[in-house]
């Protein structure tokens, strides 16, 4: 299944134990989750640094990604190419290259799947995408195994999800559906089965909108997002917060614009979340290359030294092993960047 934005198609025992010491000390800060360099107290400004890695994806948007805590490396699968065709291979990233991996099994070829770590079980959880939209697959360092739980969300892509720490379950939020409908749905998947819940508020209908889990206020944030009905595209600006039961809505003092389409990933080593790109569709489509930081009240536009182009549906996940958020592809002014980017 397909999303439309003007002018363009597109989709949106041991392992274990280990797995579990590992996101719990990033969650508390404990040397050792996040280099020592970054617990040093260090007033150095965070900035981005472009890698050069030897080997790398091939040019992607609308991929998944997640920081495998268990194995050191960032996980990414799948996206579109520059040509529309969906993709079904797996990368790892190691803070210094890529590395495409060739797992015995996989998710079938797709884009718009929404993915995290799962520190419970020490897999990364993917659920949903473009093709398969109502399938979970765990990955566990090595392959990919087809889940079946009891009960699931429907078919969807361009969902949002992060792994809530505080009660150790994903939560996934809205998408779009078979039909072309934005969501507003809220699930938890707790290595077993998918549970829906239903908070006393939530969220509009959307898709394609940012979150991750913030550490230090123990909730996963949730901002921006699309909702392209037959009156027109529209993206927002909001900022929301999910504490295992409901979410709320915040109002910070400053914001990003409205955004569809922008990468976020928590950074440990600056107690913040980092906000990237993203696109706005409203009144003409624009990209923005922008970097946000939230620090769990209110959001600051940052102005680092040099930084990836503007662009949207990137993909960014935290790599606690370096302590740098890293960033790859999305579709940009010029196309459809494989560059690789660090925040940090």
């Given at each position: 299944m397909r999303m439309i934005r003007r002018g363009r198609m597109f989709c949106l025992g041991g392992r274990?134990?280990?797995?579990?010491?590992?996101?719990?000390?990033?969650?508390?800060?404990v040397a050792g989750a996040v280099p020592s360099a970054a617990l040093a107290g260090s007033t150095s400004v965070p900035t981005w640094t472009r890698q050069a890695p030897a080997i790398h994806p091939?040019?992607?948007?609308?991929?998944?990604?997640?920081?495998?805590?268990?194995?050191?490396?960032?996980v990414l699968f799948g996206g579109a190419s520059p040509t529309g065709h969906f993709l079904g291979d797996t990368w790892t990233w190691n803070g210094t290259t890529w590395t495409r991996q060739a797992p015995a099994t996989h998710p079938s070829a797709r884009d718009g799947a929404a993915m995290a770590y799962d520190a419970a079980t020490g897999t990364v959880v993917l659920f949903g995408g473009s093709v398969g939209g109502g399938q979970t697959w765990t990955w566990d360092g090595?392959?990919?195994?087809?889940?079946?739980p009891a009960t699931s969300p429907p078919n969807r892509t361009a969902a949002s999800m992060a792994y809530d720490a505080a009660t150790g379950t994903a939560v996934l939020f809205g998408g779009v559906n078979?039909?072309?409908h934005s969501l507003s749905d809220t699930w938890t998947w707790d290595g077993t089965t998918w549970t829906k819940q239903?908070?006393?508020?939530?969220?509009?209908?959307?898709?394609?909108?940012?979150?991750?889990?913030?550490?230090?206020?123990?909730?996963?944030?949730?901002?921006?997002?699309?909702?392209?009905?037959?009156?027109?595209p529209h993206d927002f600006g909001d900022t929301w917060t999910w504490d295992g039961t409901t979410w709320t809505k915040q109002a910070p003092a400053t914001s990003p614009p409205a955004l569809r389409g922008a990468s976020m990933a928590y950074d440990a080593a600056t107690g913040t979340a980092v906000l990237f790109g993203g696109a706005e569709d409203t009144a003409g489509f624009?990209?923005?290359?922008?970097?946000?930081?939230?620090?769990?009240?209110?959001?600051?536009?940052?102005a680092p030294a040099t930084s990836?182009?503007?662009?949207?549906?990137?993909?960014?996940?935290?790599?606690?092993?370096?302590?740098?958020?890293?960033?790859f592809g999305g579709e940009g002014h010029r196309g459809f960047p494989r560059d690789t980017w660090t925040w940090g």
């Open positions: 274990r134990w280990l797995a579990v010491v590992v996101a719990a000390l990033a969650a508390c800060g091939t040019a992607r948007w609308n991929a998944s990604m997640a920081y495998d805590a268990a194995t050191g490396t960032a090595t392959t990919w195994t087809r889940q079946a078979l039909a072309g239903a908070p006393a508020t939530h969220p509009g209908a959307r898709n394609i909108a940012a979150m991750a889990y913030d550490t230090a206020t123990g909730t996963a944030v949730l901002f921006g997002g699309a909702n392209d009905t037959t009156a027109g624009l990209l923005f290359g922008d970097t946000w930081t939230w620090d769990g009240t209110t959001w600051t536009k940052q990836p182009s503007a662009r949207f549906v990137a993909s960014m996940a935290y790599d606690a092993a370096t302590g740098t958020a890293v960033l």
